[in-house]
């Protein structure tokens, strides 16, 4: 079982920028591959961006592509979302996720996602 706490949403103004961190209980975190999503009100949940167990791979939607950055530091047991230029749009509960299966491929689909955070709500305000 892995246990995913988010933190670092906030409000914050357009243009701005945040850090999301997830921290992950276990020592088998550098065996998992990440994701990152967004819910905002009313909307179906999307995937954001993904970073594979190795770290060489990542994944960003077309919307934060250039502006948005993931990566992990697996000696702490973290994933980082940085967000820079924040754009209204962006605004959701972001929620970390984790693929159960050691060394497995990223996806960007939540059904493969077996592990995942509380979530943390980030505000852009205009």
């Known amino acids: 079982q892995v246990q995913l706490v988010e933190s670092g949403g906030g409000l914050v103004q357009a243009g701005g920028s945040l850090r999301l961190s997830c921290a992950a209980s276990?020592?088998?975190?550098?065996?998992?591959?990440m994701g990152w999503f967004r819910q905002a009100p009313g909307k179906e949940r999307e995937i954001v961006s993904t970073?594979?167990?190795?770290?060489?791979?990542?994944y960003y939607a077309d919307s934060v592509k250039g502006r948005f950055t993931i990566s992990r530091d697996n000696a702490k047991n973290t994933l980082y979302l940085q967000m820079n230029s924040l754009k209204p749009e962006d605004t959701a509960v972001y929620t970390c996720?984790?693929?159960?299966?050691?060394?497995?491929?990223?996806?960007?689909?939540?059904?493969?996602?077996?592990?995942w955070g509380q979530g943390t709500q980030v505000t852009v305000s205009s």
């Open positions: 996720a984790a693929r159960r299966q050691s060394f497995s491929s990223t996806s960007t689909y939540d059904t493969d996602y077996d592990y």
């Open positions: 276990g020592r088998a975190f550098s065996m998992y591959s």
């Open positions: 970073i594979h167990w190795s770290g060489g791979s990542t």
